[in-house]
């Protein structure tokens, strides 16, 4: 497997991303390097790894067909890697793309795992630091009352891992048509008397509707209910995919393909159509679509590598997952209660309501 080392120019120390600059540094001779001089520097290595790595899976595909054996490798398959450092073989699983070496502790990123098809279009980087996502995290565990007082303790920071996640987006224009039967109730009072009058329309509605940015995960092993929940992320500061963005972080490739995920996307494209089209019937009490109809006139998808913060606890027998938006900040995790702290707060509201209790009956002696 071709491995990459983003090294600094002049001290050759281990290149990271620096959220906080939005530049590459060097933690040893403090040198920080745009976007534009990393890429021209190593444009001609990151070109070079990826045919290798092209040439290497056709020889390996030949050779399986050859032999006549197929490829039944999945993508929780350990695979073998020699970190350009320290010369240590890594284990990693088949869909990562970019990793530290055990070792060493340097930045390495495995070039061939996003490339020719497999090349994401686009990047979101990191704007928070790992301290500003510890932050984040601290301040959270600040609001919470019952949270145990030795969970969050200076130990787990070390455990947040930078990752960049992939998604699918998808843009579509569409030419939608609808038919409703839409109803206005008026409701009015003479003397003692009510009446309700309920009017029936049927109504017509068609249009070119523009619907983008609706996505969906491109990796099969992960928590879709936390990662989803740390949505959206701003797609005006994405960038053109630069395996550089990588160091220093984790990266997964996609084991998601199109054909995967398209049914679900269209059926969540469709209920968007549907909402702008009912949209426009916002002045009927109560609408009831009869039939819809759409053509799909224009597609795009967009393969987006997203950052995020994340972490796993493991407190007293149970496993807590959190994830924080590596761009906005944005928090998600479920934490841990104290039941102390609850059985506290239960005994102070029983003494309080058996005071009041007293002092009630007392008035009325």
């Known amino acids: 497997m071709a491995t990459i080392n983003y090294k600094c120019p002049n001290c050759g120390g281990p290149l990271k991303f620096n959220p906080d600059k939005q530049k590459f540094s060097c933690e040893y ?33 030949k050779a399986e067909k050859t032999s006549g054996q197929e490829n039944t490798a999945s993508e929780e398959d350990a695979v073998v890697y020699t970190c350009p450092s320290c010369g240590a073989e890594v284990v990693t699983t088949a869909s990562t793309a970019a990793t530290t070496c055990f070792y060493c502790q340097n930045p390495v990123v495995l070039g061939g795992r996003l490339s020719g098809e497999f090349k994401p279009d686009r990047v979101v980087p990191f704007a928070l630091s790992k301290d500003s996502a510890t932050k984040k995290f601290m301040e959270m565990c600040g609001k919470k009352w019952f949270l145990p007082k ?17 998604y699918w987006y998808v843009d579509e224009q569409k030419q939608a048509s609808m038919v409703a039967k839409g ?8 003397g003692r008397k009510h009446y309700t009058e309920t009017s029936t329309y049927r109504l017509y509605r068609t249009g070119d509707l523009v619907i983008k940015n609706v996505f969906e995960r491109a990796l099969k092993n992960n928590d ?113 209660v104290s039941k102390g702290k609850l059985a506290l707060l239960f005994a102070i509201v029983t003494v309080a309501v058996f005071i009041l209790g007293v002092l009630g009956g007392m008035l009325f002696l």
Request: net charge negative; with cysteine.
């Open 29 to 61: 001779c403090m040198s920080d390097f745009d976007e534009k001089t990393i890429q021209d520097l190593y444009a001609e290595q990151e070109a070079k790894e990826s045919r290798a790595d092209r040439e290497e899976q056709r020889a390996k595909e």
């Open 150 to 166: 030795d969970f969050a303790s200076e130990k787990q920071f070390d455990k947040f891992n930078g990752v960049y996640f992939p």
């Open 224 to 336: 879709r209910e936390m990662l989803q929940c740390v949505h959206p992320f701003d797609l005006k500061k994405a960038q053109d995919f630069a395996m550089s963005y990588l160091s220093g972080f984790q990266a997964e490739k996609r084991d998601l393909e199109k054909t995967d995920v398209s049914q679900e996307v269209e059926q969540r494209i469709q209920e968007y159509a549907k909402d702008l089209l009912q949209e426009t019937m916002s002045e009927y009490t109560a609408i009831r679509t009869e039939n819809y109809n759409d053509k799909t006139e224009l597609e795009s998808w967009n393969y987006t590598l997203l950052p995020v913060w994340i972490t796993t606890y493991k407190y007293g027998d149970k496993i807590f997952p959190y994830a924080i938006n590596g761009q906005t900040g944005k928090t998600f995790g479920k934490l841990p």
């Open 183 to 190: 109803e206005k109730i008026r409701t009015w009072t003479v």
